[in-house]
């Protein structure tokens, strides 16, 4: 063992700080009764270095080692009472990750060693196990926090006007040709010139990437010769995954993240990070100690009152932060900003977001987590994305969430694919999530951008296999496909998966083109899946969180060059016209007496719909009037806001049907702008008359721009 000569330090910032002298080393643990930091050489193999840590101030854990730098390698072994019925599970056998880790070297190597207890013991985890974890365990890492951002701001996209794009960091990238073989799958590959210039024709205004915190491929997954593709199980909230790195894992993951968003905002694109902060990679009480279980269980879980050995679990991967903590709600916010303000991201989807909205049991808009957040002068001005449930009692909570708060919409999904495959029996329900769901979001003085409007998601069929499959394919998995949703809303026309069929395609290829165009004319935030521009499949597998090969890779030679020209065109129309994203809501009146309604819904005879209409069951077409001349707005230099107004006409129909237009009070003619038969957008010189009529095919969409 080598010796170093320690100072006492100071308690804050916690983790690992370089002063370009020395490095300053703070952890959080309330119930310990004794720290040791251990350093590693380079290879992080070797121990060299096992130091106590004596000085504490207000539960954090100090020391400082001046001479050390970054690339360092460290970990903590954490000592004090090991009763689980009580909640405590220290031992000091088991290396363990710095929470606040900027960066973490290595994988971890799956054996029992890594387990509190002895795996296979007859007392289970009530046992306690003496081998040192410090083989397979990663290495915490210092970094340098130096870097050139070079004059980089963030292009804050108004949320009205956003287009967001989810994909992940590899599957993007991996198969791409035109990617420099050893950037595939990284970092620098998504922010390469290919990709770059792939994006910026595309149109989005925003990635959303699923999760990048470095995360822990479960234990029964690798050795079933599967992995965590995903990643929503985080065991380092301030570390960039180093699997998606091309520079190293020595601290180069975090100069190549931040190279890749300064990258994406020279092109004006944000990054939004899906993060996770409800629950770690640590599972239940069965699961291994590799972080927080050994630094202060007790602290960072959720533990049952009745037996503090078991976890409150409202996840579904056996435990849940806890978030009433103050240093753990501490955490999550530093974390927050971390990303914000050294790392320059633009906004963040929470994964299971009422989990961190669960005081005591029962979800709360306004708990310590969403006022912490409303009230930070750094994080009240991103973009803050709720995926609104969790899997506990009372964990749906769609539409609660408060102002500065937009949420996933899955009453939009699920209304829009049961609209196109002619199931759904309630205009109203449509007309409701086509405009933004104010239903939803109105109560709480949010705007439609609180709306996040998605056909498809990571999560589910990608828009392909949607329109093909009619059951889930998830034999890979090796679950038995008992995994994934078994309410996929699609319609397989009587053929299931691919087919040579051509009319069985034509009509498949329209549904896909139905789908886009309507989620790009919705008011609201319009999300895409990354893959569906291009016709990704999945091979009906509706659950590919384990699947890091080719079933959840983009397949570049295989893209529907077509279906992308079609989605390009779709999202330079919907940002053209800003009467498709409203900052206020449609109310279906007038502004003045001289005035037309903001909106209006129609029946195919060209009869303004009334209360009859809204309660049939056998409406499957209609169409929505959009007034331009009514967006109740001035832009950011005071400019006045106006459009051209817009006809929207649905048919979902199998069968064609006619349409009769409005009278001329409503416009006195209309040219052709999207007709989802074809694949193109604004290359139509039809145009017709006020009271004329307009044949639309069976399952198709017309849009209609006001000429006269």
Not at 341 to 357: N, S, Y
Not at 570 to 584: A, C, G, Q, S, T
Not at 669 to 675: F, G, L, Y
Request: glycine share 10%.
């Amino acid at each position: 063992m080598t010796s170093f000569q320690t100072w006492p330090g100071k308690p804050h910032p916690l983790g690992a700080t370089w002063d370009g002298e020395g490095v300053n080393f703070a952890l959080f643990s309330a119930n310990a009764a004794g720290v040791e930091l251990c350093l590693f050489d380079e290879t992080g193999e070797q121990e060299i270095a096992r130091i106590p840590v004596e000085e504490k101030t207000n539960q954090i854990w100090h020391i400082y080692l001046p001479g050390i730098g970054p690339g360092q390698r460290y970990g903590y072994r954490v000592s004090g009472p090991y009763e689980p019925h009580h909640g405590h599970r220290f031992n000091p056998q088991k290396l363990l990750l710095d929470p606040y880790a900027k960066a973490i070297s290595g994988p971890i190597r799956w054996d029992d060693a890594l387990y509190g207890y002895t795996v296979g013991s007859y007392r289970a985890d009530l046992s306690f196990d003496r081998r040192d974890s410090a083989p397979f365990m990663p290495k915490s890492v210092v970094v340098d926090p130096a870097f050139d951002w070079e004059g980089d701001a963030p292009p804050r996209i108004p949320l009205d006007r956003t287009v967001i794009y989810e994909t992940h960091v590899k599957g993007l990238t991996i198969r791409h040709p035109a990617v420099p073989e050893p950037l595939r799958g990284t970092y620098a590959g998504l922010a390469s010139p290919p990709m770059l210039e792939y994006l910026r024709s595309l149109g989005v205004t925003a990635v959303e990437l699923l999760p990048v915190h470095q995360a822990v491929s479960d234990r029964h997954l690798q050795e079933s010769g599967l992995g965590n593709y995903w990643g929503y199980n985080s065991i380092g909230f301030f570390a960039p995954d180093g699997r998606y790195s091309a520079s190293g894992t020595d601290g180069g993951q975090v100069r190549e993240f931040r190279e890749m968003v300064k990258a994406l905002h020279r092109e004006g694109i944000e990054v939004i990070l899906d993060v996770v902060y409800n629950h770690t990679g640590e599972g239940n009480h069965l699961g291994p100690t590799l972080c927080f279980r050994g630094i202060d269980n007790a602290a960072y879980y959720r533990l049952e009152p009745e037996d503090r050995r078991y976890y409150r679990d409202y996840t579904a991967t056996g435990n849940t932060l806890n978030v009433m903590q103050p240093h753990v709600l501490q955490l999550i916010m530093d974390s927050l900003r971390y990303w914000v303000q050294d790392m320059h991201v633009d906004g963040f989807r929470f994964d299971l977001a009422p989990a961190l909205g669960r005081e005591h049991h029962d979800f709360d808009p306004y708990g310590s987590f969403f006022d912490a957040v409303r009230q930070d002068p750094v994080l009240s001005q991103v973009k803050l994305i709720a995926e609104p449930w969790d899997i506990g009692e009372g964990g749906y909570q769609v539409g609660r969430f408060p102002p500065g708060w937009s949420e996933w919409n899955d009453r939009y999904r699920d209304a829009m694919r049961d609209f196109w495959r002619g199931a759904l029996n309630r205009p109203g329900e449509f007309a409701a999530r086509l405009t933004g769901s104010a239903d939803l979001f109105a109560s709480s003085g949010r705007g439609p951008a609180a709306s996040i409007n998605y056909i498809t998601a990571h999560d589910g069929f990608t828009l392909r296999d949607l329109v093909s499959y009619e059951r889930k394919h998830n034999e890979a998995n090796l679950e038995g496909s008992r995994d994934g949703s078994n309410d996929n809303r699609s319609a397989n026309y009587g053929v299931e998966g691919p087919t040579r069929s051509p009319a069985i395609n034509q009509i498949r290829a329209r549904q896909v083109r139905n789908l886009l165009a309507t989620l790009v004319v919705s008011q609201g935030v319009p999300m895409l899946l990354g893959g569906d521009e291009i016709g990704r499949t999945q091979r009906g597998n509706n659950n590919a969180y384990n699947q890091d090969n080719e079933i959840s890779w983009y397949d570049w030679n295989q893209a529907d060059l077509d279906l992308l020209a079609f989605t390009r065109q779709l999202i330079r129309f919907r940002l053209k016209h800003p009467v498709f994203h409203r900052r206020k809501w449609l109310l279906g009146q007038a502004a003045g007496p001289d005035e037309l309604k903001d909106s209006g819904w129609f029946t195919p005879d060209g009869r303004e719909m009334d209360a009859g209409d809204w309660g049939r069951e056998d409406l499957r077409s209609l169409a929505v009037y959009l007034n331009g001349n009514s967006l109740p707005y001035r832009g950011e230099r005071g400019e006045e806001i106006r459009d051209n107004s817009f006809l929207i006409l649905f048919n979902t129909d199998p069968s064609p049907v006619t349409f009769t237009l409005p009278g001329p009070e409503w416009g006195a003619c209309w040219a052709k702008e999207i007709d989802t038969c074809y694949d193109a957008v604004g290359a139509f010189s039809q145009q017709f008359p006020a009271g004329g009529t307009v044949e639309l095919d069976g399952r198709s969409l017309v849009v209609l721009r006001q000429a006269g």
